[in-house]
């Protein structure tokens, strides 16, 4: 995995680039991500359903891998069961 490959989901439509990242597995839906759409759709795990973002980057908790959605789906990001949070915009400079 490496920045700039796209990886889609092999349960709904939800696709991702990677920003940043190390060699790990990326899930959506329960369901490992490829960069090859899946021949038929695998069934969505309901604990993995909350929906993806179109435009929102999604990280892990201690920072090391960075995905942005670039096409928005039924199932939720996580690496190894732990969901991915949505990452805080920075705040801009007030323009006094």
């Known amino acids: 995995m490496k920045p700039g490959t ?24 329960g369901k490992p991500m490829s960069d090859a759409p899946p021949a038929e759709r695998s069934e969505l795990d309901s604990a993995f359903a909350e929906g993806t973002k179109m435009g929102k980057r999604y990280v892990n908790a201690d920072g090391s891998v960075e995905l942005l959605c670039i096409k928005a789906g039924k199932g939720s990001l996580s690496i190894g069961g732990t969901a991915l949070q949505i ?8 323009s006094d």
Request: net charge positive; charged share 30%.
């Open 6 to 29: 796209k990886l889609k989901s092999a349960v709904c439509d939800t696709e991702v680039m990677v920003i940043k990242g190390i060699n790990i597995v990326v899930e959506c839906g």
């Open 87 to 94: 990452k805080d915009s920075k705040p801009l400079p007030s």
